[in-house]
């Protein structure tokens, strides 16, 4: 039964990522990113992304925000003597985007068509990404119930999102309409690159398709503490010990001398 | 242009808002000029909320400590309040049980179910040690209120007085051992290494109660020895495992350097009993949030691997 299920899940999958690559090959989107390079300073507190171009005038454009496929390390919490929760199990989920926000102009299960389940649309969701990822647990744990509370997880952390209404349309011309998308770009942000996906949505399908690079970058003040930490560790504790500790003397100092005692 | 509030953490990889960085600093620090803890089972758990990951909360608050005990034990030195002897011996004493409890957490964590073990050891610890400074703290102001307590020497004392190597503390006007010091450091030190905390918590109760010393000279000893602590968690959190974020410790540190002088001010204001029930209300207060955590369903079954 369980492999039945697990060669159902494979097949969906390739058909998911072979109706995808043959929709670029049926219709690319012409589409513009701005900025497509994002440079984090040190007031840096979250930004947006604008994209615009032109779509299939009968389909609706789903976009996607996501970050680079990586690895996450979590514990499943469980109840231990029947009574208090617990960190048990160890998880690694692999191949989950740190960063997931999709955006669409109408509600998404009005995108899915009559194949709600197995659209096309249902898969550029969040709860889509389950396709890509995998679970690894030592101890055997760990199933679709975790990817779950995954996405509630990110979903509170503001990395994971889904958005209705903040796509706009433009006038048709030539079989094709203009859209334009705002993309809230979390200010909890890693340096790293960023994938803008665009895809036009018919009848639960993917018409047309498209993608850009966005690189987000550390600047400035950021960029060199970051060098300091993650290159010499020994010399950066050094140097946060002494600062704390010329901070705190000098603190002292200014109480003493305004006659506090 | 308005004033920038929002600063980006690269060490987190987060954005935060300045002034509420500096009012959390500020009111951690505030009582830990008060008690003489390090407010490091404050601090973490409050920074996990703001959305600083745990392992890095843990770490810059270790930094922030630094800063916030360098101002705290300076402003105790100026009013009397720090025993150094006594602050040193205790300081050898945990460095000996922090390395062996290392090895301990090392053990249980390949054992499984650690976390069990050190959740069970806060709630226990806080609880026995809240209840019964409460409890005492009580009793011990109604006796102010009614007669003079009546001298007497306890079978605790007795043993405490028969132990070798006695010497005088001057500055917390007791006669021990240097035995007591180090035994007792080295217990608070394992302690503190399985709950990955400073142990000031700990501390504060263990000199009230076992070392006998006066509450004021209790909080400056306490801040004088976490100081040491912080030092070597800084610097080996930032070497080993890249956690400690700068900024977000200078910011904290700013708020709670503040924070830290005007809670000696006022800790110098309050009576010694005073102190010991409002340490005793605050350890209470984590303990129910804990326990309470312990029982109640997560909203999350997922957590990230790391902190405490």
Known sequence: ?261 | MGIPLHLYLPIAGSSVNLLAILGLGGAVGLLSGIFGVGGGFLMTPLLIMMGIPPTVAAASDSNQIVGASTSGTLAHFRLGNVDFKMGLLLLAGGVVGGTFGVQIIKVLRQMGNADFLINLTYVLMLGTIGGYMFIESIQSMRKVQHEAPAPSKSVYARIIGSLPWQTEFKRSGVRLSILMPLILGSIVGILAAIMGVGGGFIMVPVMVYLLRMPMHVVVGTSLFQILFTCINVTIMQAWENHTVDFVLALLLLIGSSLGAQLGAKLGKKLHGDQLKILLASLVLVVMVRMLYQLLATPDVLLAYTGGH
């Open chain 1, 1 to 261: 039964m369980r492999k039945t299920l697990s060669l159902l899940v494979i097949a969906a999958a390739a058909a998911g990522l072979l109706s995808f690559t043959s929709a670029q090959a049926a219709g690319g989107i012409d589409m513009t990113v701005e900025p497509d390079a994002i440079s984090i300073g040190a007031l840096y507190n979250g930004t947006t992304v604008t994209v615009k171009g032109t779509i299939p005038a009968a389909s609706e454009a789903v976009v996607r925000f996501l970050g680079a496929p990586c690895e996450l390390h979590m514990k499943e919490k469980g109840k231990v003597f029947g009574l208090v929760w617990m960190n048990l199990d160890s998880l690694t989920f692999k191949g989950i985007p740190g960063v997931c926000v999709v955006s669409s102009a109408k509600d998404f299960c009005e995108l899915t068509g009559r194949n709600a389940k197995g659209s096309a649309a249902e898969a550029l969701r969040l709860e889509g990404l389950r396709r890509d990822a995998q679970i690894e647990a030592p101890s055997g744990a760990g199933n679709d119930d975790c990817f779950s509370e995954l996405i509630k997880l990110k979903k509170g952390e503001g990395l994971y999102r889904e958005l209705t209404g903040n796509v706009s349309y433009g006038p048709v011309a030539d079989g094709n309409k203009a859209f334009q998308v705002e993309i809230p770009v979390p200010s909890r942000l890693s340096p790293g690159d960023y994938t803008v996906e665009v895809a036009a949505i018919k009848d639960g399908e993917i018409a047309a398709s498209g993608r850009h690079k966005v690189s987000v970058r550390l600047a400035g003040a950021p960029a060199m503490l970051a060098g300091l930490a993650f290159g010499h560790g020994a010399l950066y504790g050094i140097l946060a010990t002494v600062i704390a500790l010329l901070s705190g003397l000098a603190i002292g100092m200014v109480f003493k001398s305004k006659g506090a005692h």
